[in-house]
Structures are given as structure tokens and as C-alpha cells.
């Protein structure tokens, strides 16, 4: 039985993971020269990509039964 709530779980991550990448996009002020020749961005828009890293590798806390088969909230309350 799938698990409802991670599709909703992941779609949230998705966007939230999507909206900081643009943070750091606007926040990145090199030059295309400046890309090219390798300067890396400044610190800040290196730790919001790694931040929207850290977002997407989040996981919904999954209850399973003993089987491994993950339960919903209804079945976790009997």
C-alpha cells in the first residue's frame, strides 16, 4: 500500500527546493565573464544552493508495519 501523504510531501520539497534556487540566482551578481573564467559565487549563493540541496534530500517520516509496508495514518491509529 503506498503512502499518501509522500506525494504531497515530495511536491512541497520540489517547490520549496525550486523557489530557493531562484533566491540564489537573483542573489548572484557575477558577470557571464566572470562565470566563464570560474570565479565561484559568493558565499551566500553557495549556502542557498546547499540549502536547496539539503531541502531535497528530505523524506517524509514514513511509519511501516514489521513487513516493511508503509502504513497510513488511519491504519497506525487502530
Do not use: W
Not at 546547499?50 to 534530500?57: F, I, K, P, S
Not at 508495519?65 to 495514518?73: F, Q
Request: glycine share 6%; charged share 30%; with cysteine.
Amino acid at each position: 500500500m503506498a503512502d499518501r501523504y509522500a506525494r504531497g510531501f515530495r511536491a512541497a520539497s520540489a517547490a520549496g527546493k525550486r523557489l530557493i534556487h531562484e533566491m540564489a540566482d537573483q542573489l548572484d551578481r557575477r558577470t557571464d565573464e566572470e562565470c566563464r573564467s570560474g570565479q565561484p559565487p559568493s558565499m551566500v549563493v553557495q549556502k542557498l544552493h546547499l540549502a536547496a540541496q539539503r531541502v531535497g534530500a528530505l523524506n517524509p517520516n514514513i511509519t511501516r508495519s514489521r513487513s516493511g509496508i508503509p502504513l497510513t495514518k488511519d491504519q497506525a491509529d487502530d
